[in-house]
């Protein structure tokens, strides 16, 4: 089972690889669209990222632009 910890740390490395950002780049309550400014395709790839690393079956509109790290982090806690 992952913590929190497990589940924010490989976040953030999918957020890194995806967008090529640094990890200090990534204000954890901001709206990713106003913190980074993830487009919509930006954020279909770092969702098919997400299915890859974390083998969790999310649809394609679960995840949005406007949700926050945490958002993202909670999304992930509950599967």
Do not use: R, Y
Request: proline share 1%.
């Amino acid at each position: 089972m992952n913590t929190q910890t497990d589940i924010e740390s490989k976040l953030k490395s999918v957020f890194k690889k995806v967008l090529d950002i640094k990890e200090s780049e990534i204000v954890p309550g901001a709206k990713l669209d106003e913190s980074l400014g993830i487009d919509s395709t930006e954020m279909v790839e770092i969702a098919v990222v997400i299915k890859k690393e974390f083998g969790v079956a999310i649809k394609d509109n679960e995840l949005k632009k406007t949700h926050s790290f945490n958002d993202i982090v909670g999304i992930l806690k509950a599967k």
